[in-house]
């Protein structure tokens, strides 16, 4: 419901003063090492922590949900350009840098986060929620391909950035 109110207000409202709304995909790299290695209580609480360091670090207005397994999503308001997205990006990239010891067992997860601009063209007036996700989840899979600890914002052409 909040990203269909997030598209409403982006679609009505696009380049106004208070910035526009960004959707973001995360998922964690080498979340599966770790509970491969240390087992699911020692990935559970890794999951936790980082969820709390996201709970921290949103701004009030924002919106943070996991999707399941080692994957969430971030809806943030009121976002000044690609500038102002990965500022909030490097703020996620820096929670897991912080993460490095988990139930006592040395952790190095980063992220692969996605990134898709609401808002930013008129052909957004026609999409609808599940379009939107699968662009972020999209980014997303391009941030993985090209490594460990990376943004990929979408854009229209697929390349991209």
Avoid: W
């Amino acid at each position: 419901i909040r990203l269909e109110q997030a598209i409403a207000k982006a679609t009505a409202a696009r380049d106004d003063d208070k910035g526009q709304s960004v959707l973001m995909f995360i998922d964690l790299d080498g979340f599966k090492y770790v509970n491969d290695a240390y087992g699911h209580a020692v990935g559970d609480e890794l999951l936790q922590c980082f969820a709390n360091g996201l709970q921290t670090r949103i701004r009030r207005g924002d919106t943070v949900a996991r999707l399941g397994g080692d994957e969430f999503a971030v809806l943030a308001r009121h976002v000044h350009g690609d500038a102002g997205a990965r500022a909030i990006a490097d703020g996620i990239h820096d929670i897991l840098h912080g993460l490095r010891e988990i139930g006592g067992h040395p952790v190095a997860v980063s992220a692969s986060i996605g990134v898709r601009m609401l808002g930013s063209n008129s052909a957004d007036e026609r999409l609808d929620v599940h379009a939107l996700m699968r662009q972020a989840d999209s980014a997303m899979y391009r941030a993985k391909a090209n490594g460990t600890d990376k943004t990929s914002f979408f854009d229209e052409t697929g390349a991209g950035a």
